[in-house]
């Protein structure tokens, strides 16, 4: 079965309520919601989630969170439950290299958040990636193979699950990897998922390419045969641009 791509948009820390609006209804305008053969997230603010999620009512696009809080309910002060989340959101980001790097995220942190999430039967999309240092110093797949390892000690993925390979050094910076190094190590990730989770459950879930993904860039990494899509920062802020990439990837 060919896995149908998917182009994710990570808003971070960006919009106010009414830029957030506005992206959307420039999506909706720019025919995003009509784009088949690619499924579409919007990944906004925890306070912007239910703004974003009405006005996606009845278009093909999806809501995803950028972080939860692995308990259930409580006393864990700024938090937000997949409970919480599952009114707004269908997919959740998990173990983001921001999160890991300013908030002090572990792979056993990751592994808590990703059983929460699939216990709501929500959809998981596992950030994993090397620093640039790890990678200078011949450590990619080291890396890689920790983080997978902790993310799914004990669990048990969907076929519908979503890991994302973000190179830390390529976050944010304008320089993306090339789309042959991409592949290379998303291989290498569904190498490692597959003695974990089964070989037809690797087969199965979508690994996307994140890192300074731009409209010029998407074509190429989408027609590299492991990479499934994009999870997007800043190129998914402008409506027109992250139109580009649905089309490019749902024509790749
Ligand atoms: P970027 O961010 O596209 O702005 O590099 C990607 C990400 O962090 O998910």
Not at 19 to 25: D, G, K
Not at 71 to 79: D, I, L, M, R, V
Not at 142 to 148: F, P, S, T, Y
Not at 230 to 242: E, P, R
Request: proline share 4%.
């Amino acid at each position: 079965m060919p896995r149908t791509p998917i182009i994710a948009g990570n808003w971070k820390m960006n919009t106010d309520a009414a830029a957030a609006r506005e992206l959307v209804e420039g999506l909706k305008a720019a025919g995003v919601s009509d784009i088949g053969g690619v499924e579409k997230v919007l990944c906004p603010p925890f306070v912007y989630l239910q703004l974003v999620a009405e006005s996606v009512k009845g278009t093909s696009i999806a809501v995803g969170a950028q972080n939860l809080h692995w308990e259930e309910k409580g006393a864990f002060t700024g938090e937000v439950s997949a409970t919480m989340l599952k009114d707004f959101a269908t997919h959740v980001i998990i173990g983001h290299s921001e999160r890991r790097q300013y908030f002090g995220e572990t792979d056993e942190d990751v592994n808590q958040k990703l059983r929460a999430v699939l216990d709501h039967g929500l959809t998981p999309i596992v950030c994993v990636g090397e620093t640039g240092p790890e990678r200078n110093a011949g450590k990619m797949q080291d890396v890689l193979r920790a983080q997978i390892k902790g993310a799914l000690a004990d669990v048990t993925l969907p076929d519908s699950a979503v890991i994302a390979y973000e190179p830390v050094w390529a976050i944010g910076t304008g320089v993306a990897a090339t789309a042959e190094d991409a592949n290379a190590a998303i291989a290498f990730i569904r190498s490692e998922v597959a003695p974990l989770q089964g070989d037809a459950t690797a087969q199965a879930i979508r690994i996307l390419y994140g890192g300074s993904v731009t409209p010029a860039n998407i074509a190429e990494l989408a027609a590299q045969p492991e990479i499934d899509g994009g999870l997007v920062g800043g190129a998914s802020l402008v409506a027109d641009s992250f139109a580009q990439m649905v089309k490019a990837v749902a024509s790749s």
